[in-house]
């Protein structure tokens, strides 16, 4: 009997950019962006082919990133109760498709994954949603739509969790940058307690050895360039450049450092967020979307060599 990969079907895209050969790998479950390159060049930490997913990389989180207290969440004067999907911390994580099989519309270059949040405990409206992925010159453009597909104003918000290298260097030598201006303290749930400017132990924008910190931390009130994109980016030694960039829907940033990836003595990732954790909660940066209404929303990544 033929093994089913927990991955789901695979799709390779492959173009020519200006700096060679651009490539990418995704998985069907999740959606999940599990691979690109660029010049030959790897810029996404890869996990082994037949294996899970480890720690959410590269999903789409919908409709709802990072945690809900409790699986629980207020909003316009009704409570719902989620499904408790980290037990170690008693939330609701990563919304509601991280493990759901997408359907796949794929080309040479270009794949659109969609999936339906349909009602269920705790989440009561009906989202379709979908992601483009679309190789460019330097790397990768991507897309997310998400529409209210049922009755009455939906509570959305919307996350990605890729893990990132520049292929020959050790991560621990990489430089990250990130362009927070505020920054998150949690409790020992991981939930967001407080918000505040950043300061010489948080701030990144100027540059921080992945080697020298240990990073679980979201940053908002991101800084802009003119084109509206906020920028996080990681350098290697030699000057090699891996950029994630977000547009204005995004205006949040995820910085997560661990050990515990396959294979790596040290992962990162840097996930684009339009809320931040428990928003459903909070309301902060929530987004209502009214019946038939559809939020584009996009991120990507750029490598200079």
């Keep these: ?29 999740g959606a999940s962006l599990r691979a690109l390159t660029v010049g030959g060049v790897d810029l996404m930490a890869r996990y082994p082919e037949g ?9 789409v989180l919908v409709p709802w990133p990072n945690r809900i207290r409790d699986g629980r969440w207020s909003q316009r004067g009704a409570t719902e109760q989620l499904g408790i999907s980290e037990p170690k911390y008693g939330n609701a994580s990563h919304g509601l498709l991280r493990f759901a099989p997408y359907e796949i519309v794929a080309g040479d270059a270009e794949a659109t994954l969609s999936a339906v949040v349909y009602p269920q405990t705790g989440y009561l409206f009906t989202l379709a949603t ?48 990130a362009p927070g201006t505020t920054w998150f303290e949690v409790d020992d749930r991981m939930l967001p307690v407080a918000e505040h400017d950043v300061d010489d132990a948080t701030d990144l924008r100027g540059g921080v050895r992945l080697g020298d910190v240990a990073l679980d931390r979201a940053y908002g009130d991101v800084v802009r360039g003119e084109d509206g994109l906020a920028r996080t980016t990681l350098t290697a030694p030699d000057g090699r450049t891996l950029t994630v960039w977000q547009d204005e829907s995004f205006g949040f940033v995820q910085v997560f450092t661990t050990e515990n990836y396959p294979g790596r003595d040290l992962a990162v990732a840097i996930e684009p967020m339009t809320a931040p954790a428990d928003a ?21 990544v750029s490598y200079s060599g």
């Design 280 to 300: 459903f909660n909070s309301g902060r940066a929530l987004t209502w979307l009214a019946p038939g209404e559809e939020w584009v929303l996009r991120w990507g």
């Design 130 to 177: 979908s992601v483009t992925y679309t190789l460019v010159d330097d790397g990768l453009a991507v897309t997310h739509r998400i529409r209210n597909a049922g009755d009455g104003e939906a509570p959305v918000a919307l996350g990605t969790h890729p893990f990132f290298e520049i292929g020959g260097v050790d991560t621990a030598d990489l430089v990250i940058a």
């Design 51 to 59: 294996e899970r997913t480890p720690s959410a990389s590269g999903i």
């Design 1 to 29: 009997m033929k093994r089913i990969d927990p991955t789901g079907e695979q799709v390779v895209l492959r173009a020519q950019g200006d700096l060679g050969e651009v490539t990418a790998q995704i998985a069907q479950v």
